[in-house]
Nanobody
Framework: QSQLVESGGGLVQPGGSLRLSCTGS????????IGWIRQAPGKDREGISC????????HYAASVQGRATISRDKVKNTVYLEMDSLKPADSGVYYC???????????????????????WGQGTQVTVSR
């Protein structure tokens, strides 16, 4: 069964940093555009970052622009999301997902719309608090 597995979440103090990992199991992260989507309690899912299949472009939501970096390690079959200057508003469940190739053709969904992602991991909880 092919899937994505997230890890790296936890409790972080405001102003701190973290690195989330998204590892492919039974699938190659090289074969897809991969995105990160988060969901805070009581709120809709928000696409926050994406890297294209070719790696020629990365995209960030305004809410994380300048604080987040997405990258891909082909050898480890893993996509990372590094974030710093964390705020309580960054708390939520973070998911990684493949962009639907039939919709995006290896690119990232327009405006990082979560509906453009079709194969999701189980999520990892991030809590930013003192």
């Amino acid at each position: 069964q092919s899937q994505l597995v997230e890890s790296g979440g936890g409790l972080v103090q405001p102003g701190g940093s973290l690195r989330l990992s998204c590892t492919g199991s039974g699938l190659s992260v090289d074969d897809y555009a991969i995105g990160w989507i988060r969901q805070a309690p009581g709120k809709d899912r928000e696409g926050i970052s994406c890297i294209t299949l070719s790696g020629d472009a990365t995209h960030y939501a305004a809410s994380v622009q300048g604080r987040a970096t997405i990258s891909r390690d082909k050898v480890k079959n893993t996509v990372y999301l590094e974030m710093d200057s964390l705020k309580p508003a960054d708390s939520g469940v973070y998911y990684c997902a493949t962009a639907n190739p039939l919709q995006t053709f290896g690119r990232c969904p327009t405006f990082l719309d979560p509906r453009g992602f079709d194969r999701w991991g189980q999520g990892t909880q991030v809590t930013v608090s003192r």
